[in-house]
């Protein structure tokens, strides 16, 4: 099981494929859910990868259980969200 903390924040978060779905905006390690925010823009992107964003109400709900794998710059579901 993929476990996910607050260092997983502004990781681009891809689908099966290696397609971007979005940016990591904020993960809540309690919940094991990661927020990620749907084509972020340029400057959104810069801010999550420095980790200074927070999760918006539009953000995607990534619970740790669809994550296949975690790296150093991205986070990758084994299914569609």
Known sequence: M???S???EGK???DN???QIGIVTEVDPDE???Y???EPGVT???VQGLGFGDA???DIEVPAESVATVTDSEIRVARDL
């Open 44 to 46: 959104e992107a810069i």
């Open 36 to 38: 990620v925010e749907p």
């Open 56 to 58: 918006d109400a539009d």
């Open 2 to 4: 993929t476990v996910l």
């Open 6 to 8: 607050t260092n997983d």
């Open 32 to 34: 094991q859910i990661a």
């Open 17 to 19: 494929e290696g397609e």
């Open 12 to 14: 681009f978060l891809m």
